[in-house]
Structure formats: structure tokens, C-alpha cells
């Protein structure tokens, strides 16, 4: 499938050349001449998730059939043969933590999310294996309840996003089987890295209905916006709180990442690939979102939803 123009166009609005410099500090075969930016593959990279897929496969039959994403990813001569992309993979999963922190650093830096009002809710992901097997070939995806779906072998990734913006700030992947309270703790932590004061109010529905959670919060003086869980005792009851209306951003930021960037597209195994998949889909959709604000789009919540 061609890849939409106004995407390769929007991609020019953000330059990763940093990149290169701080791969160099981590290569590992120093000596051995390389030709290709690691700039250039990273955005290729996000190019390639922004139009639906994950492979690095399909990614180079892109590049050999589109000039304009040589040009905009800066691929001077030849493409990468697969062999390259394969040596490649492995850098690009150390730097998809690195690479997601500073993609919500920038777009906090241009005003894009403050960070006061967050919401955090969890989506499933299907691994890349056959549950039905006796021994899956990804033993570590878990069965799970999906609220659409039902069972689900897989994964869960769990994400706090900006309720006004809807953007995703931290995430935390998990086996299916985890329940979303206990993922609360590590993700609100990896938020912590780049909002601290910044945040106002938590949102999120009735899983999150937790003493120690809410005894968090109320500790760093955060307003807790979050629905209670009868627990079979009593009926559950959302919060009167009218900001308890956002948290539907939650769900929109998780449909965006499958619908558009490819987040259950997964075709790697384990729960440290998974993660790293998951970071580079999220990783697109505000790598999108930015280059359409610096392009002078006032709607950039739409444009991201650019087919």
C-alpha cells in the first residue's frame, strides 16, 4: 500500500539528527564504517508504524518503492537490505524508551500537554503465538479479560495520557492477567519523570478503585477522579466530578494506536519486545502530533488520523 503523501510531508517538521551522535556513544562494532544514520532508520521506523505496520520487512519495500521517504528520512543512495534492519533492531529497541520520553519532553516544551489532568486505562494486546498450543511460543503472554473482546492471550499495555490532549505520557506493558490497579504504581512512576508538579488530577473508571492508590495521591495532593467499585457489596458510582467526562481521552489514544499505528499489530515475542512495539506505536502518534503542530495545524487531533 502507498504510503499517504501528507504523512511523508509531515514527517520534514521534526529532525531526530540527535539521534546520530548518541548512537555513536553506543555502538558497540566501533571501527566498522556505517553508512546509515541512525536518524534516518528511527524515522523510518515511525513512517512505517504511522502507516499501519510494524515490519521491518515491509518497511524496506516501502523505501525501495517510495523516493520521497528516501528523501525525508535522508537516505542518501542505496536502502538498508534487511540483513542491516535486522542488525539495526536491536539499537532501536535500546533507545524506544529514550526515543518516547523525549517525544512527550518536546511536545510538553511546545505546550501540546501540561499535564494536569491525566487519565490512565489499559488495552489488550494479542501476542504472536498460538495459545492453543501446549507450549506457546510466547510464554510470556498470559490470558486476560478483555472488556470487547473477551479472553485474550497477550498482553496488556497500560498508559497514562494526557485527559485535555490526548496524548500518551507513560505506559507499562504487563501480562494480560494482571489486574490495572496493580500497573498504577511503575507507570505513574515512569510519569514522574517528566511531570511531577504539573499533575492536578487523576482520572480513571473503577478498576483503579484502591485505597492505597487514592492514599498516593491525595498524599502528593493530587485530586483522585476515580469511580467506585461496588465490589458486589453495593452498586458502583461514578464520580460527580464533571472532569470524570475526560476520561474517554483514555479510550481514544488506545483506538488511535490501533487503528492507525499499528499498536496490535504485534509480531515479535516476549514481554520486553512487546514493550519496546508498543513504545515505538505510541511513539508515532506523538511524533505525528508534533510535526502537525510545528506545520502550523491548529486541529493536530485530527490530522493524525490523516487516512
Request: hydrophobic fraction near 40%; proline fraction near 4%; charged fraction near 30%.
Amino acid at each position: 500500500m502507498e504510503t499517504n503523501a501528507n504523512l511523508i510531508k509531515l514527517a520534514e517538521a521534526l529532525d531526530l539528527s540527535f539521534l546520530n551522535d548518541l548512537f555513536k556513544k553506543k555502538r558497540s562494532t566501533a571501527g566498522r564504517r556505517d553508512e546509515y544514520k541512525m536518524s534516518s532508520i528511527v524515522k523510518s521506523a515511525l513512517i512505517n508504524y504511522a502507516d499501519g505496520d510494524s515490519e521491518m520487512s515491509v518497511l524496506r519495500r516501502k523505501l525501495l518503492n517510495s523516493p520521497s521517504i528516501r528523501r525525508v528520512c535522508k537516505f542518501n543512495g542505496k536502502v538498508p537490505s534487511e540483513s542491516t534492519f535486522s542488525r539495526k533492531r536491536p539499537i532501536i529497541f535500546l533507545l524506544a524508551n529514550f526515543i518516547f520520553n523525549w517525544l512527550v519532553k518536546t511536545a510538553k516544551e511546545l505546550g501540546l500537554t501540561k499535564g494536569n489532568k491525566i487519565v490512565q486505562d489499559s488495552t489488550d494486546v494479542e501476542a504472536w503465538s498460538n495459545p492453543k498450543k501446549k507450549n506457546p511460543s510466547d510464554p510470556s503472554a498470559t490470558w486476560g479479560h478483555s472488556t470487547t473482546k473477551g479472553m485474550v492471550f497477550g498482553y496488556k499495555a497500560h498508559i497514562i495520557s494526557d485527559a485535555e490532549a490526548d496524548l500518551p505520557l507513560a505506559l507499562t506493558v504487563l501480562p494480560a492477567n494482571e489486574h490495572d490497579s496493580v500497573a498504577f504504581f511503575p507507570t505513574f512512576k515512569k510519569l514522574q519523570e517528566n511531570f511531577t508538579y504539573e499533575v492536578k488530577k487523576f482520572i480513571a473508571d473503577s478498576a483503579y478503585d484502591d485505597a492505597g492508590i487514592r492514599q498516593f495521591l491525595r498524599d502528593r495532593f493530587i485530586d483522585d477522579c476515580i469511580a467506585r467499585n461496588g465490589r458486589g457489596h453495593y452498586e458502583s458510582e461514578k464520580p460527580k466530578d464533571e472532569d470524570y467526562n475526560k476520561r474517554p481521552a483514555a479510550e481514544r489514544v488506545n483506538s488511535r494506536g490501533k487503528m492507525l499505528f499499528a499498536l496490535d499489530k504485534l509480531k515479535v515475542r516476549g514481554i520486553v519486545n512487546s514493550t519496546v512495539h508498543i513504545m515505538l506505536s505510541l511513539s508515532s502518534l506523538l511524533f505525528f502530533a508534533i510535526c502537525a503542530f510545528k506545520s502550523g495545524i491548529k486541529n493536530w487531533r485530527s490530522i493524525v488520523e490523516f487516512r
